[in-house]
C-alpha cells in the first residue's frame, strides 16, 4: 500500500492514503503501552486510555464525547503491550474538528478524581469480567511463561490491585515518560490533498 509521510516539527509524523470515500478514517498511534509500566503501576498504560475521554482544560466529559457524535463520527481507542491507539470514523468535511478533539485529549487532559475513581470501578469490573474467561486465562499464562520477569508478561488491565492503588500523579508521569511527540503518528485514510492534511 502505497503512502505519503511527513514529519512535523515537533516531531509527528503523519501518514496518509488517499481514499476516494465520503468516510474518513484516523488515529493518533502512542507508543506507550503496557510493556512500558514500572513494576506495581500495572494496567496504568489502559487506565490513561479510559480516562483521556473523560475531561480536558477546556472541555468536560460530554463536550468531548459530543464533539464528533453530534457530527455522526466515532470515536474509540484501545491500549495493547506496545502502544496505545486513539480512533476516529468521520464524514470527510469533519476531519479539522477531529484533530482539534484529538489533540486537545492527548495534550490537555486533567485526570479529575471523579472521573478517575467512575473509570477505576469500570476497569475492576472489566478485570473481573475478564478473568471469568478461561481462554483469557490460559493466555496469560502462557505470556506470564513466555516473557517471566518483564512487563510483556502482564495482563494489558493491570491486576485489582494496582488499579486500586493508580492515581492521576501516576498518569501524568507515565505520559511524561512515554507519550513524546517524536513517537506519535497520526494516521489518516481519506479523500483529501495530502497538503491539507499537513496543515
Do not use: W
Amino acid at each position: 500500500m502505497d503512502y505519503q509521510v511527513h514529519t512535523l516539527p515537533n516531531g509527528i509524523r503523519i501518514l496518509f492514503k488517499h481514499a476516494p470515500f465520503a468516510v474518513t478514517h484516523c488515529c493518533f498511534v502512542l507508543n506507550g503501552g503496557s510493556r512500558d509500566e514500572q513494576p506495581g503501576n500495572e494496567g496504568l498504560a489502559h487506565f490513561i486510555e479510559h480516562l483521556l475521554f473523560k475531561e480536558t482544560e477546556k472541555r468536560s466529559t460530554t463536550q468531548i464525547l459530543n464533539r464528533l457524535e453530534l457530527v455522526g463520527a466515532d470515536l474509540n481507542a484501545y491500549t495493547t503491550k506496545e502502544y496505545t491507539c486513539i480512533h476516529a470514523s468521520l464524514l470527510q468535511q469533519h476531519l479539522e474538528r477531529t484533530i482539534d478533539l484529538f489533540e486537545d485529549i492527548l495534550f490537555h487532559s486533567t485526570f479529575p478524581a471523579d472521573e478517575l475513581e467512575k473509570e477505576r470501578g469500570v476497569i475492576l469490573d472489566e478485570i473481573a469480567s475478564y478473568l471469568d474467561q478461561p481462554e483469557e486465562a490460559i493466555q496469560d499464562d502462557f505470556e506470564e511463561m513466555l516473557f517471566k520477569g518483564h512487563p510483556m508478561g502482564n495482563n494489558i488491565l493491570g491486576t485489582p490491585d494496582t488499579v486500586g492503588r493508580l492515581d492521576a500523579k501516576d498518569m501524568k508521569a507515565f505520559i511524561k515518560a512515554n507519550y513524546a511527540t517524536n513517537e506519535m503518528i497520526f494516521a489518516v485514510f481519506g479523500n483529501y490533498d495530502f497538503k491539507k492534511v499537513v496543515k
